[in-house]
T-cell receptor
Framework: EAGVTQFPSHSVIEKGQTVTLRCDPI?????LYWYRRVMGKEIKFLLH????????ESGMPNNRFLAERTGGTYSTLKVQPAELEDSGVYFC?????????????FGAGSRLTVL | AQKITQTQPGMFVQEKEAVTLDCTYD???????LFWYKQPSSGEMIFLIY??????QNATEGRYSLNFQKARKSANLVISASQLGDSAMYFC?????????????FGAGTRLAVHP
């Protein structure tokens, strides 16, 4: 089965511009997560979708970040306007359920560089 | 608050030898899970092994084993018979099962280099 796919793999933009990252989860996985790793620090949770609904968005840093998952399939994460501190690697993960020991399958990440 | 600490930013090991990657955690949840992920240079995060807080035995998956010491709040990853392909970044993570939490909390990672 295909894994979690993220696009683009790397994006370089200038401060103030907009970037949209896309994640295609494993088919049939209702749960989709976004995580971010900034400047070699810990990977931090951003938000969690169950189908098209936001289950938990407590990790979203501010209102410049907008995540959507229309139709409960793929998801997009838009950063507008981008700031220097937004640079990092954005990971998407999916899982079949979110109970207990469910394992998240991660994508390869989208590296964002804001100049 | 939940926290994962990986004190080894970098480790190296000789091929075919065993290596232990340290992970300590802090949580007030009575029930939780501990995970290890591997991130090779390709970038993808690969799940390696899982340990539940109430599991009686330490988890093992092939050459990977988890040395779980609940009283010490440690969940060290042991890789036996290291291979060159084990060179990667390794992340320890945990998830509490109470309070509706579903987010993984990650450590800063340990970069492992396997030398021939």
């Amino acid at each position: 089965e295909a894994g979690v796919t993220q696009f683009p793999s790397h994006s370089v933009i200038e401060k103030g511009q907009t970037v949209t990252l896309r994640c295609d989860p494993i088919s049939g996985h209702d749960n989709l997560y976004w995580y971010r790793r900034v400047m070699g620090k810990e990977i931090k949770f951003l938000l969690h979708f169950v189908k098209e609904s936001k289950q938990d968005e407590s990790g979203m840093p501010n209102n410049r970040f907008l995540a959507e998952r229309t139709g409960g399939t793929y998801s997009t994460l838009k950063v507008q306007p981008a700031e220097l501190e937004d640079s990092g690697v954005y990971f998407c993960a999916s899982s079949q359920d979110f109970s207990g020991a469910n394992v998240l399958t991660f994508g390869a990440g989208s590296r964002l560089t804001v100049l | 608050a939940q926290k994962i600490t990986q004190t080894q930013p970098g480790m190296f090991v000789q091929e075919k030898e065993a290596v232990t990657l340290d992970c300590t955690y802090d949580t007030s949840d009575p029930s939780y899970g501990l995970f290890w992920y591997k991130q090779p240079s390709s970038g993808e995060m690969i799940f390696l092994i899982y340990q539940g807080s109430y599991d009686q035995q330490n988890a093992t998956e092939g050459r990977y084993s988890l040395n779980f010491q609940k009283a010490r709040k440690s969940a060290n990853l042991v890789i036996s018979a290291s291979q060159l392909g084990d060179s990667a970044m390794y992340f320890c993570a945990m998830k509490g099962f109470s309070g509706g939490y579903n987010k993984l909390i990650f450590g800063a990672g340990t970069r492992l280099a396997v030398h021939p």
